[in-house]
């Protein structure tokens, strides 16, 4: 089997020949290949040569666009930066507010330049792996969209003061979703993975939950036309995966480590895929033994369900990461099927 037919066989179900596994390792590829940390958020080519060092290093069954959510605030007007060594934040919002927002031009989705720039590595990687590996394109949802352009308190005042400043904003958010979205899936992407987390109740209130954000997900996830996996985005997703079941085109949930699969699947139910449950950030503070131990828990846990694969979850790898934790992890893999192809 390839990693594609490994993932989709996991999508179904069906056994495979061994566990498939991704590795969130976006940042990692500079490293891989010595790129300069700038360049490789900057040039498609440089970022699609670090994921091919990354397959060809580590072996991962799926493979990601940049972890670059700043590029979406980019995108409205906000201004990014940060330290060298690290993907681009967003240091400066383009508007204040929700209403002011809503006087922000929409990006335009084939001319804005941060936003070719994700599209063209999908289509460099799309085109290299075709039909072998499937690519993820990476982005946030509607909801997640703001915090990028006024701030996270901006946006937290609007969902609980001024729902219908916020139902404007979601509104005029889901639109540049779907067209980037939608963009992404026709450039080559395999799949979607984005955040939702101000449709989680560890985020806002049940009230904003089901009033406002949940409606936003389903009106933007009916519109594109291709899966989408939801990522926990650093908050508790098991508690409230219940608000997200029945989502449209959604396939999946990449969920913390340490959250309990079994309670996942009973709250899910036979269907989607269940990804995740091995830290990802805590790797570079580890051992290969260490690493190697926690897979085969990790693994442990999620063999009993045809439809696990093994992700690191959180944020990137960090690139301090030793290459051994890494390798130590296909090794693991390995040992649970019967290599890596």
Request: charged share 20%; aromatic share 6%.
């Amino acid at each position: 089997m390839n990693s594609l037919e490994r993932v989709l066989a996991a999508l179904q179900g069906q056994p495979s020949d061994r566990p498939p596994f991704l590795l969130n390792l976006s940042l990692y590829g500079s490293r891989l290949t010595g790129a300069p940390v700038k360049a490789h958020f900057a040039d498609p080519a440089v970022f699609a040569e670090g994921q091919m060092a990354v397959r060809e290093t580590f072996g991962p069954d799926l493979l990601l666009s940049p972890f670059l959510v700043s590029a979406l605030g980019e995108a409205f007007g906000s201004r990014a930066g940060g330290p060298l060594e690290q993907a681009p934040n967003i240091r400066a919002f383009a508007a204040d507010s929700a209403s002011a927002a809503l006087r922000l031009p929409l990006p335009d989705v084939d001319g804005h330049p941060r936003l070719l720039y994700l599209r063209e590595t999908i289509r460099i990687l799309a085109r290299k792996y075709e039909g072998e590996v499937p690519v993820i394109g990476l982005l946030v949802s509607p909801p997640d969209l703001p915090p990028l352009i006024i701030g996270l308190e901006a946006w937290l005042d609007a969902l609980l003061f001024r729902p219908e400043e916020a139902r404007a904003l979601l509104d005029r958010c889901t639109d540049f979703f779907v067209q980037l979205g939608t963009a992404m899936l026709q450039d080559g992407a395999t799949a979607l993975a984005l955040t939702a987390n101000l449709a989680n109740r560890f985020m806002v209130p049940a009230e904003v939950v089901t009033g406002l954000s949940r409606p936003a997900l389903e009106r933007a996830f009916s519109q594109i036309p291709g899966p989408i996996i939801v990522h926990h985005g650093g908050c508790p997703l098991v508690p409230h995966l219940a608000d997200f079941r029945g989502l449209p085109q959604v396939v999946g949930f990449l969920v913390d480590a340490g959250e309990d699969l079994a309670a996942a699947r009973a709250i899910l139910g036979p269907g989607p895929l269940l990804l995740g449950n091995l830290d990802g950030p805590g790797l570079a503070d580890l051992s290969p033994e260490q690493v190697r131990g926690l897979c085969e828990r990790a693994l442990d846990a999620g063999s009993p369900d045809p439809q696990f694969i093994l992700a690191t979850s959180g944020a990137d790898v960090p690139l301090e990461t030793p290459p051994d934790c890494l390798q130590a992890i296909t090794e693991a893999i390995c040992l649970a099927g019967g290599g890596l192809r």
